[in-house]
């Protein structure tokens, strides 16, 4: 694409890779740069190392052979020896985009504080409703007494909304402004415009540091281990799950359907699933599965009810959508955000089951269906979710002070790391139903796995293509 930089490679020895972020001096040379505030501050006085080694890269790959070359490697996330801003001249503003996720308010209150009580930055703005507030709407000033306490809050306190990115206006917005670091915190779809967002200011020259903090519950972004809000989203499905348990074992061929998020990619299920263990089956998006004929979900249905008298089934919301096109003519419409609008795959399944038993096999059964998605996604972060939430952000300031733009933040094999934003959105992170954490579930839930023989070589061909052969409906990346 004309305009677009050119991802920053370095080749080392033994076959090591940097794949590199961007830095304000790849195109505004001789920069001056100041000693980093931190080598003062009292909180990091015990601190035997303050800054991180120059040199220092994260392996994105850690189970190797003897004779397998080094790899691909990217930038180790911490505090730097030099910035690249000073304190006082420092506007940044933070922006949330997308769905709400639980951990959203964490994020932006430590953006806050970080920048504050780390490095003395007092100007920190918030953008009201996410993209289309940098150019419709005023901004919200942010101090550490007005976010204090915002992570014991669902949602985001600066609003959100899908769509509304129109580059130029942005842009022109931050540039008016006079702000110099700017925080995104959203999806695939939200770092996809970050990436845009950090090409115009590159394309202007100008000095402002774009640093992305993704966000999806479905933790379907890839190379990072997981996103924030995962845990807090499997954590909260139990509640959902035991409730369809507890309805399903007090009835006559009492059936429980929970439907959970994951619009492609089916980690919340499948972790739900084996941490409730009260799941007799578990449809996600990757795993195609058939109703009716011998090994289909109505034969296991009615055999899982002659031998336990109830079952409990959890479906992820994209689960299924090849089905549904067969019998609904909406498909392929979307939202702002440019995501296809999915069908109520748990309605759905849950008039066939009814329809299949009463009609053809002329067996009682009582089904209850529950569908706890957006209480999930509006409940804060948990313990283990705000503590990593705090990280990512910590990670984001310490990066943008140093000068590093274009990137995106997270955990690479438990090392915090900047990452290009080319490889946050060359594609989503997907279950891989031929690895061994869904086989784990297989034989947990004891479910057929509807998959054919054909389905599991054309995954493991996929699995073998590099990353630039991957077609698009090829995502696949095991983190798991």
């Avoid at 601190?47 to 120059?54: G, L, M, P």
């Avoid at 086989?439 to 057929?448: G, I, K, Y």
């Amino acid at each position: 694409m004309a305009g677009v930089s050119q991802m920053k490679i370095v080749n080392g020895v033994a076959g090591y890779v940097l794949e590199d972020v961007p830095h304000l001096t790849d195109y505004i040379p001789h920069l001056p740069t100041y000693p980093n505030q931190l080598q003062d501050n009292p909180a990091y006085a015990g601190v035997k190392q303050y800054f991180v080694n120059v040199d220092d890269t994260v392996a994105q790959k850690i189970v190797v052979h003897n004779s397998s070359p080094r790899g691909t490697h990217f930038r180790r996330a911490g505090p730097r020896q030099k910035v690249y801003f000073k304190s006082d001249e420092v506007r940044a503003c933070i922006v949330t985009c997308g769905g709400l996720c639980p951990g959203l308010n964490t994020v932006i209150r430590e953006i806050v504080c970080g920048l504050y009580h780390m490095y003395g930055v007092t100007k920190v703005l918030g953008i009201d409703g996410g993209y289309r507030g940098f150019y419709a709407k005023n901004t919200i000033n942010l101090t550490p007494k007005v976010v204090d306490d915002i992570h014991k809050r669902g949602g985001t306190i600066l609003g959100t909304s899908r769509g509304g990115h129109d580059t130029s206006k942005i842009v022109d917005s931050i540039q008016d402004r006079g702000i110099n670091q700017v925080y995104i915190i959203g999806g695939d779809g939200t770092q996809k415009g970050a990436a845009v967002i950090y090409e115009e200011i590159r394309r202007r020259s100008l000095n402002v540091a774009v640093a992305g903090i993704p966000k999806t519950i479905d933790n379907d972004i890839p190379v990072i281990d997981r996103s924030f809000g995962f845990d807090t989203a499997v954590e909260e499905a139990q509640r959902a799950i035991n409730a369809a348990h507890v309805e399903a074992g007090s009835f006559e061929n009492g059936v429980g359907i929970v439907k959970l998020m994951g619009r492609h990619s089916g980690f919340i299920a499948m972790h739900a699933t084996l941490a409730s263990r009260d799941v007799d089956c578990c449809l996600i998006p990757e795993s195609p599965f058939y109703l009716e004929g011998k090994g289909g979900l109505f034969e296991f249905i009615k055999r899982r009810l002659k031998e336990n008298g109830h079952m409990v089934i959890v479906v992820a919301e994209g689960a299924g959508q090849d089905l549904l096109a067969k019998y609904l003519k909406s498909m392929n419409q979307q939202d702002a955000s440019g995501n296809n609008l999915l069908q109520d795959v748990g309605l759905w399944i849950s008039h066939q089951i009814n329809d299949h038993f009463a009609r053809v096999q002329k067996m009682a059964i009582t089904l209850k269906y529950i569908d706890p998605t957006y209480m999930i996604r509006a409940v804060p972060g948990n313990a283990s979710d705000n503590v990593y939430c705090s990280l990512l952000a910590q990670s984001a300031v310490h990066g943008a002070m140093a000068g590093y733009t274009g990137f995106t933040v997270g955990p690479v094999n438990g090392r915090h790391s900047y990452i290009p934003f080319e490889r946050i959105n060359e594609r989503q992170n997907q279950v891989v139903i031929t690895d061994r954490m869904w086989a784990r579930l297989l034989s947990s839930t004891n479910q057929p796995s509807f998959i054919s023989p054909r389905v599991v070589a054309e995954s493991k061909k996929n699995q073998q293509k590099p990353p630039t052969q991957l077609l698009h409906g090829d995502r696949c990346e095991n983190n798991h």
